[in-house]
């Protein structure tokens, strides 16, 4: 029996490792990404802002835009691209509503939503108004 849970032990730990790797690489791609929109005349306004519906990577003044950035990473943007579903999407657009709404920003504010896709080589494809309006 304590075979068995050493091997949960290691599987929990492995899992755990690689939680944590994502994590780093996910900040990191998202650093990358704020760097990328800064060095493009914007601001950032917020990293990791969060609603009561869930969280949004960056938020970002592009001149007059108000820009909502879901940063995906993976070994080529075809794959990081794919990883964006249709029920993400809305949620991403729900919590964009929040933030609005929390921060008590007119909803006529002009809005964006990009997809910031970042590869292995850590090159950059940024997507503009990437999903529509739900």
Known sequence: ??????????????????????????????????????????????????????EIDLIVHDGPQLVFVEVKKSRSHAVALARLSDRQMQRIYRAGACYLADKGTDMDTDIRFDVALVDSTGAIEILQNAFPMY
């Open 1 to 54: 029996m304590n075979g068995d849970r050493l091997v949960e032990d290691r599987m929990n730990g492995e899992h755990k490792v690689r939680g944590t790797r994502n994590d780093l690489a996910g900040r990191s791609a998202e650093d990358a990404i704020a760097r990328w929109y800064e060095t493009m005349g914007a601001s950032v306004q917020d990293r990791r802002g969060r609603s009561e519906v869930g």
